[in-house]
């Protein structure tokens, strides 16, 4: 018997076996999308969108819409977490590995910080986003991505909770320390591991 | 009408670090609506929140299973050694279901928190709070802090719900609050209908924060109205809940 008990509660909702071992501890399943944004939504059309990669780097680079395009694009199919407590299965993505466009760069710091249009920001080390682990993701689900979901493009870092895949990403900066992003500055985890529910400061 | 002091600006409140968890008792149970029901509950280890922060509530079954869900904390700060959760039931959740049908005085329930800070109000600026059905909650923690403390800095609510009998703390809206319905109005009602407009939205000050919670449609169309309306793009704060389709 669990240390604590709630009187009369019995679970109701049923993860299908073969998915249980894919929810990480503390999570439900949820079949939508739902929209988790702290401010106005940015209005940013493909046109006026671009992505820069600069900090310490050996070399600035920024890509174009266009530009972005020409880079070659790997569909991700993942689970997502997001610290409010639904996770998402079975769902896919479509982008540019954050390695490839890391690589045009040269990171000469183990962190990043990701910057976006309307002024979000989350604290990544380049560790946690290379070798396969996160993408710039201009589509979900075979659709381009509708602009509450971080449209033209957001950053994706699944085995994380899903405030680190900062919607309406412009850019990430290298840099030589780790510092808290918006989310990380107000109250939540700096690491973010759903697996570890590593959700808020004190966890 | 609640009283309204004016003895000058509220206080500003400082943050202290979030607790661990802990078992809360049910101390009252009002029903607001016939969907939504305020729960206070008395905290062993209870800490002054900012309005508009969040306790997670955590539900165990006898086989170990367990279900977590956040909800806003709806009481000022004042209110020592006590917080009150509003909570709308949805049909096919998991914890709302637990908390209308089976939670009565008495009973225990784990929390933690408070958490988060950013949709908060610490006092220190002019604020519009917008709320469209139980998105209220977390405005209605500044909006009674602000009648506790007697502040006189300004805050105006502009809330929406759907019909006559949906409307969440009834007996305390007061001067500061237009309300509008969508759906039904009460009889006789000579007040607004409809969605909010930009006519029910009081005149853009700068040095307002906006606070608005509802609903993902509802906060995108009244996110818009205040920038349309010269808001700060800047200055505006958003919680939005429920699945996007």
């Known amino acids: ?112 910080m990701a910057y976006c249009y309307g002024g979000y920001t989350t604290n990544l080390p380049v560790e946690e986003i290379t070798d396969g682990q996160a993408w710039v993701v201009t589509e979900h689900e075979g659709e381009p991505l509708p602009r509450e979901h971080g449209g033209p493009a957001r950053l994706l870092v699944p085995h994380l909770y899903f405030w680190k895949s900062a919607k309406w990403i412009a850019g990430l900066r290298v840099m030589d320390h780790d510092e808290p992003g918006f989310w990380e500055a107000n109250g939540y985890h700096n690491h973010g591991d759903p697996w570890k529910e590593e959700r808020y400061w004190s966890d | 009408m609640v009283g309204l002091g004016g003895v000058g600006p509220a206080p500003v409140l400082t943050q202290r670090a979030p607790g ?49 869900r956040s909800y806003s904390i709806a009481s000022s700060p004042l209110d020592e050694g006590e917080i009150e959760l509003t909570i709308d039931r949805l049909d096919d959740g998991e914890v709302s279901p637990y908390f209308h049908d089976v939670l009565v005085e008495g009973d225990q329930v784990e929390v933690r928190g408070p958490f988060a800070s950013y949709f908060i109000w610490r006092g220190e600026s002019p604020a519009l709070l917008i709320g469209g059905g139980s998105g209220i909650a977390p405005l209605m923690s500044m909006l009674r802090h602000r009648r506790r403390t007697g502040a006189d800095t300004e805050m105006r609510l502009v809330y929406s719900v759907r019909n006559a009998d949906d409307v969440i703390y009834a007996d305390e809206l007061g001067d500061e609050t237009t309300l509008t319905f969508t759906g039904t109005p009460p009889e006789g009602w000579d007040g607004h209908v409809g969605r909010i407009d930009a006519g029910m939205l009081p005149a853009a000050d700068p040095e307002a924060t906006v606070y608005i919670c509802g609903s993902n449609g509802f906060v995108e169309s009244a996110t818009a109205l205040a920038l349309e309306a010269g808001y700060r793009s800047d200055r505006i704060r958003t919680e939005r809940f429920g699945p996007s389709s």
């Open chain 2, 20 to 68: 661990k968890w802990q078992i809360a008792t049910v101390k009252a149970i009002k029903v607001e609506t016939p969907r939504v029901k305020s729960f206070r509950l008395e905290l062993p280890m209870w800490m002054p929140h900012c309005p508009g922060q969040h306790y997670v509530v955590r539900l165990t079954a006898p086989d170990g299973y367990r279900a977590q």
């Open chain 1, 1 to 112: 018997m669990p240390d604590f008990v709630s009187r009369g509660f019995e679970r109701r909702r049923r993860t299908p076996e073969e998915l249980g071992d894919r929810l990480p501890p503390g999570q439900y399943v949820e079949d939508g999308f739902p929209v988790l944004t702290a401010g106005p939504t940015p209005v940013i059309e493909p046109d006026e969108w671009s992505l820069r990669i600069d900090g310490m780097v050996a070399e600035e680079r920024e890509w174009t819409w266009a530009e972005f395009h020409e880079l070659e694009f790997e569909e991700v199919p993942c689970d997502i977490h997001c610290v409010t407590a639904w996770s998402k299965l079975g769902t896919s993505f479509r982008g540019v590995s954050v390695d490839t466009l890391l690589e045009a760069a040269e990171p000469l710091g183990p962190y990043v």
